[in-house]
C-alpha cells in the first residue's frame, strides 16, 4: 500500500486568497489524482496529475481556477486560487495501487473560507 | 460516464444488527468493485473489494454480494459494532484506463447501543 502524506490538514483562509496544498507519496507512482468532497458529499475528481505533462481537468474544473504541478514521481500540489466560500471542502490527494484497482488517499486538507 | 447509484443515504443500526449498503452501476470494461470507508477528519480508506468471478465475498464481518446480471452489489457488516459508524462509499470501475475509480454518493452508518 501507498502511504500519502497531505499538508497542510486544514486551513482557514479569506476569500479572494490562494491556498496550495501538498501530497507526497512515500513511492514512485505514475498517476496522482486530486478529488473533492464538499460537506456530506461524494468524492469528486478534479484532476489527473501525471509527471512530466499538463494536468487532465474533468469538466467543471479549471486549471485557472485549480492549477496543479507534478514536478516528479512523488509529488504533486493543488492551488485553491481566488478562492470563495463555495470552494470550502475537503482536498483529498490520491494514487493506484495496481491500474484501476486501490486507490490510496491521503487524510484530506479541509478547507474553509470565510 | 460511469454512474453509480448508492443507497440508503444514511442509516441507523442498533448495535448487533446488520447494516446492508447497496449499489447499482452502469457498464464497465474492468471487475473490480471495492468499498471504502471514511471517518471524519480522515480520508477514504479501502475496507474490502470484490471480482465479480465470485458472487460473495467475506472478510470477518463485512460481507460484498455482487450481482453481475442486475450490475449491482451490496455491503453486509454483520454484529454491527459502533466503532462501524462512519460514510461507506461503493465505487466501480471506470470505462476506460487511465481514469479512476468513480464513486457512489456515501452512507452515512450510525450504530447506536
Known amino acids: 500500500s501507498a502511504v500519502i502524506s497531505q499538508k497542510p490538514s486544514r486551513d482557514i483562509c479569506q476569500r479572494g486568497t490562494s491556498l496550495t496544498i501538498q501530497c507526497q507519496v512515500d513511492?514512485?507512482?505514475?498517476?496522482m489524482f486530486w478529488y473533492r468532497q464538499q460537506p456530506g458529499q461524494s468524492l469528486t475528481l478534479i484532476a489527473t496529475a501525471n509527471q512530466g505533462s499538463e494536468a487532465t481537468y474533468e469538466s467543471g474544473f479549471v486549471i485557472d481556477k485549480f492549477p496543479i504541478s507534478r514536478p516528479n514521481l512523488t509529488f504533486s500540489t493543488l492551488t485553491v486560487s481566488n478562492m470563495s466560500p463555495e470552494d470550502s471542502s475537503i482536498y483529498l490527494c490520491s494514487v493506484e495501487g495496481t491500474a484501476n484497482e486501490k486507490l490510496f488517499f491521503g487524510s484530506g486538507t479541509q478547507l474553509s473560507v470565510l | 460516464q460511469q454512474q453509480v447509484k448508492q443507497s440508503p443515504q444514511s442509516l441507523i443500526v442498533q448495535k448487533g444488527g446488520i447494516s446492508i449498503i447497496n449499489c447499482a452501476y452502469e457498464n464497465t470494461a474492468f471487475d473490480y468493485f471495492p468499498w471504502y470507508q471514511q471517518f471524519p477528519g480522515k480520508g477514504p480508506a479501502l475496507l474490502i473489494a470484490i471480482r465479480p468471478d465470485v458472487s460473495e465475498k467475506k472478510e470477518g464481518r463485512f460481507t460484498i454480494s455482487f450481482n453481475k446480471s442486475a450490475k449491482q452489489f451490496s455491503l453486509h457488516i454483520m454484529d454491527s459494532q459502533p466503532g462501524d459508524s462512519a460514510t461507506y462509499f461503493c465505487a466501480a470501475p471506470p470505462f476506460s484506463f487511465n481514469t479512476p475509480l468513480v464513486f457512489g454518493k456515501g452512507t452515512r452508518l450510525s450504530v447506536i447501543a
Open positions: 513511492s514512485q507512482v505514475t498517476m
